[in-house]
């Protein structure tokens, strides 16, 4: 089974930026479409980007133009730049492969 940890998150103030990355163990990384996940207090974990094989990315609308996923099939990771954040960008960020394997999640707060 694929393990995935989650790193970069913290604290930041409205405007700031944060990098967060997800390392994967095993081989086939390369085989895997990749996600991020958002999980707010109080509510479901929804998806925020995601980025296939290929390398073709998607975004939920409310980070459109402030979010970059990417990846980095030779050292198994999966990156997730956030500028621009906002208070309602805070939550538990978890990194997923698709394949019923997910991180233990990173926490961001975007607070003044």
């Known amino acids: 089974q694929v393990q995935l940890v989650e790193s970069g998150g913290g604290l930041v103030q409205p405007g700031g930026s944060l990098r967060l990355s997800c390392a994967a163990s095993g081989s086939l990384f390369s085989n895997y479409a990749m996600g991020w996940y958002r999980q707010a207090p109080g509510k479901q974990r929804n998806l925020v980007a995601s980025i296939s094989r290929g390398g073709a990315t998607t975004y939920v609308e409310s980070v459109k133009g402030r979010f970059t996923i990417s990846r980095d099939n030779a050292k198994k990771m999966v990156y997730l730049q956030m500028n621009s954040l906002k208070a309602e960008d805070t939550g538990i960020y978890y990194c997923?492969?698709?394949?019923?394997?997910w991180g233990q999640g990173t926490q961001v707060t975007v607070s003044s």
């Open positions: 997923t492969n698709y394949a019923n394997s």
